[in-house]
């Protein structure tokens, strides 16, 4: 499951609580309405965490997937030249 979708699902179930809160007596709703402020402040703080991680992240990222691409081809090349046959199999 990707971040986006956790973080998601975290709002859905914060907005489940808001309306549950709705329907409380004033003493459950007071208590869960300071519940459901801890847990936006921690979502909010995650959300940024896992901002800061992929800006810092991304580049290395986008190299690693170079590198995969590259062996990936390397790969690919070395097996049509293992299979193919006639003169000149050792050179593409």
Do not use: C
């Not at 940024?48 to 810092?56: A, P, Y």
């Amino acid at each position: 499951m990707n971040s986006d979708k956790i973080l998601q699902e975290l709002r859905e179930k914060i907005d489940e609580l808001i309306d549950k809160a709705r329907d409380a007596s004033d003493e459950v709703r007071e208590e869960m309405e300071e519940t459901i402020e801890a847990l936006k402040v921690q979502r909010d703080k995650l959300e940024e965490k896992l901002e800061d991680f992929k800006l810092k992240n991304e580049p290395k990222i986008e190299e690693a997937k170079h590198h995969l691409r590259s062996a990936a081809d390397e790969i690919e090349q070395a097996f049509k030249k293992l299979f193919r046959k006639g003169p000149g199999a050792e050179e593409l």
